[in-house]
T-cell receptor
Framework: SQKIEQNSEALNIQEGKTATLTCNYT??????LQWYRQDPGRGPVFLLL?????KEKRKERLKVTFDTTLKQSLFHITASQPADSATYLC???????????FGKGTRLSVIA | EPEVTQTPSHQVTQMGQEVILRCVPI?????FYWYRQILGQKVEFLVS????????KSEIFDDQFSVERPDGSNFTLKIRSTKLEDSAMYFC??????????????FGPGTRLTVL
């Protein structure tokens, strides 16, 4: 069955370091991956989208890679800050308007 | 910046009562969604809506649920007879287009539904 996994449920990191979150998928090939951030009690917020033919996408301190051979996406936050503490969700997408299928994500805590 | 709004932010109801959750999607968006998140669990898809009809629904979206776009701006989710297990955060989302690579979903702040 189709499956998407994020490397860990929780990740603690020191302020100023680079946080790296991993998303692995098996048994299917999404056309692209979306990354969202969710704060407790709030709705998910879109961060970045990367297509299968793109190797890397950047936005400010965020960087996403997409390796279709490894079936893996990496999400990096450089110079992490306590305000980056949240749950980050990797979401595969196929066509334009299909509903999103969320996993539990990775809860990132940036410690000052 | 345009945003999705939802009302109320918190709704408390008795089991068996009907509730209507309201959403105002971003004005030029064409596709609308409802998701829910039970406390401590992942966000789950309920239903999608396009061109005044349901385009897809999940197993969760049974006969107790209905959606409506009564006018040009509101998008509502009705639960006919609430159960304890309907207690959750309900999120509305919308997208502008189905064009591939441009369909990031914009989520509202959610309505916390508590069924007693």
């Amino acid at each position: 069955s189709q499956k998407i996994e994020q490397n860990s449920e929780a990740l603690n990191i020191q302020e100023g370091k680079t946080a790296t979150l991993t998303c692995n998928y098996t048994n299917y090939s999404p056309a692209y991956l979306q990354w969202y951030r969710q704060d407790p009690g709030r709705g998910p917020v879109f961060l970045l989208l990367i297509r299968e033919n793109e190797k890397e996408k950047r936005k400010e301190r965020l960087k996403v890679t997409f390796d279709t051979t490894l079936k893996q996406s990496l999400f990096h936050i450089t110079a992490s800050q306590p305000a980056d503490s949240a749950t980050y969700l990797c979401v595969p997408s196929f066509s334009g308007n299909t509903p999103l299928v969320f996993g539990k994500g990775t809860r990132l805590s940036v410690i000052a | 910046e345009p945003e999705v709004t939802q009302t109320p932010s918190h709704q408390v109801t008795q089991m068996g009562q009907e509730v209507i959750l309201r959403c105002v999607p971003i004005s030029n968006h064409l596709y609308f969604y409802w998701y829910r998140q039970i406390l401590g669990q992942k966000v789950e898809f309920l239903v999608s809506f396009y061109n005044n009809e349901i385009s897809e629904k999940s197993e969760i979206f049974d006969d107790q649920f209905s959606v409506e776009r009564p006018d040009g701006s509101n998008f509502t989710l009705k639960i006919r007879s609430t159960k304890l297990e309907d207690s959750a955060m309900y999120f509305c989302a919308s997208i502008e287009t189905a064009q591939q690579g441009r369909n990031e979903q914009f989520f509202g702040p959610g309505t916390r539904l508590t069924v007693l």
